[in-house]
């Protein structure tokens, strides 16, 4: 539990915060308070990992927190008056906290158990230094390959259609090479690969993977530039108005683009925020809110599940690990991504095809197991994820390029709002892409038996 719990925190100011809330807020539930709490020590660990790792652990916590503890928070606490009837919280608070709460701790248990110092997250600078000395054009392949899959993606089935989308990531991973491997910053590929998804996130009305993407960018130069901590605040500060200002204005953009076939561009966003003047209204940020509250829907769960369908007991979890692991060649009749019949099954929501909505890990842990051994689920879910990132690590000592993909194989697991089989199918699959570039191209990648590999040390956050 070394990143977890033995390093230097500041528990001194995170008591004074503690009080100060209880203090501005004497109305609050112990269970609220205790989700705001947890929630806090999630974020101050993020924010101070970010200019030492690649912080895939904090990530999962900080979004988890944020989807299941703050969002539901916020609708407990009077948020959930603005919301439409079917969006609202379905049980009482205690019931809901003292499900969630447990189950978001043991999976963060579960992340940190066995992460002794940081296994998986720690790149070594010297070596990917080295390497993209020794290879300069490798970089600019891997940007090539990227947006060469990205254009294909559109002409396939879904199935062979998610290992372009793969591929296509592969041109943050030649950024971050770039990144990484040069002393002085080079601002044309970072405007090319950075602006190509501002524009194809334009261009569909879809911005999970502006976001996600930002946020590893960002993680990858902390890592390089050790920012100061006024820079690392200001940061942080313009990430968070641009997540606000991208979900106040996406709903009417996408109406403009969707629906009134307007260009999917800079104009047309502009155009939109400029036409509505109550985007920021305390009316409109609460109705919003939703969007950081995965847990409505495993109130829904816990409604559904077992009072009008029985737990699975682990028949659900088998198709979904069947989904994730076989192709469909072997298995045609494995879930789709986003199956409409299994969410309504177990949520009893009715949604439409342009709708989007997930059961998440914590609503399929519920469902199958209940509240105690939805628990237990999720820690073991939280382990698997660090035995990834460990195994990773130890393929790291020949290979140290491997841990720049980790972004790219936690790019959908780090999202709680996704199906478990999408995130499963997505950690498995892009294992598998990685396992088969580095084996088959050792020659490339495996460092000379010359180069030594940096001790590990144990990060202090």
Same mark, same amino acid.
């Given at each position: ?5 033995? !390093? ?9 915060? @503690? ?43 900080? =979004? ?28 009482? $608070? ?11 701790? @043991?999976?963060?248990?579960? %992340? ?10 720690? /790149? ?15 970089? =600019? ?32 991973? *030649? ?6 491997? $040069? ?27 502006? %976001?996600? +993407? ?7 130069? &902390? ?11 200001? *940061?942080?500060? !313009? =990430? ?17 683009? +969707?629906?009134?076939?307007? &260009? ?21 940020? &609460? ?14 769960? !816990? ?12 028949? $659900?979890?088998?198709?979904? &690990? ?18 409409? $019949? ?14 989007? !909505? ?6 399929? @842990? ?37 841990? /720049? ?14 199906? %478990? ?41």
């Amino acid at each position: 539990m070394n990143s977890l719990l033995k !390093m230097k925190f500041n528990w001194l100011l995170f008591i004074g915060i @503690a009080v100060l809330l209880k203090i501005l807020l004497p109305g609050i539930s112990w269970y609220s308070y205790l989700a705001i709490l947890i929630s806090l020590q999630q974020f101050i660990l993020l924010f101070n990992a970010v200019d030492f790792i690649v912080p895939i652990r904090y990530l999962f916590g900080a =979004f988890m927190c944020l989807q299941f503890f703050i969002g539901p928070m916020l609708a407990y606490n009077g948020l959930d008056q603005y919301q439409f009837i079917g969006y609202q919280m379905r049980i009482p $608070e205690a019931e809901y906290f003292s499900y969630a709460i447990p189950a978001v701790c @043991a999976f963060i248990i579960g %992340l940190h158990i066995s992460s002794r110092k940081s296994k998986g997250e720690i /790149l070594n600078e010297k070596a990917i230094l080295d390497f993209v000395n020794q290879y300069p054009q490798l970089p =600019f392949v891997f940007i090539a390959i990227g947006f060469f899959s990205s254009i294909l993606s559109g002409l396939f089935s879904s199935e062979l259609a998610f290992v372009f989308v793969l591929l296509g990531g592969f041109k943050f991973i *030649g950024l971050f090479m770039i990144i990484l491997g $040069e002393k002085k910053l080079k601002i044309l590929p970072v405007i090319v690969v950075v602006g190509s998804i501002i524009s194809s996130s334009l261009s569909s009305g879809m911005f999970h993977d502006l %976001l996600t +993407w930002i946020i590893f960018t960002l993680a990858i130069l &902390a890592v390089k530039y050790k920012p100061r901590l006024t820079v690392k605040l200001t *940061g942080t500060v !313009m =990430f968070i108005l641009l997540a606000v200002l991208i979900q106040q204005t996406k709903g009417y953009y996408r109406e403009r683009i +969707w629906e009134e076939g307007s &260009a999917g561009n800079l104009s047309t966003l502009a155009n939109v925020y400029e036409n509505n003047t109550n985007l920021f209204s305390l009316e409109n940020l &609460a109705a919003n809110s939703v969007r950081i509250n995965q847990g409505f829907i495993l109130t829904n769960i !816990m409604t559904t599940v077992p009072s009008q369908v029985p737990f699975s007991n682990g028949a $659900e979890l088998k198709q979904i &690990a069947e989904s994730a692991i076989l192709p469909r060649i072997l298995a045609p009749n494995k879930l789709n991504a986003g199956d409409r $019949e299994l969410f309504t099954k177990y949520s009893g929501i009715q949604i439409d095809s342009g709708t989007s !909505m997930a059961l998440s890990s914590l609503g399929d @842990a519920y469902l199958n197991f209940g509240t105690f051994g939805g628990c237990i689920f999720m820690f073991f879910l939280g382990l698997l994820y660090s035995e990834v990132l460990k195994a990773l690590n130890r393929k790291s000592a020949k290979f140290p390029l491997i841990l /720049l993909f980790t972004p790219l194989i936690f790019y959908y697991p780090i999202r709680p709002d996704c199906e %478990l089989q999408t995130i499963l199918g997505h950690l498995v699959k892009s294992c598998f892409l990685v396992y088969v570039l580095f084996t088959f191209r050792k020659d490339i990648f495996r460092i000379n038996s010359t180069v030594m590999r940096t001790p590990e040390k144990f990060v202090q956050v």
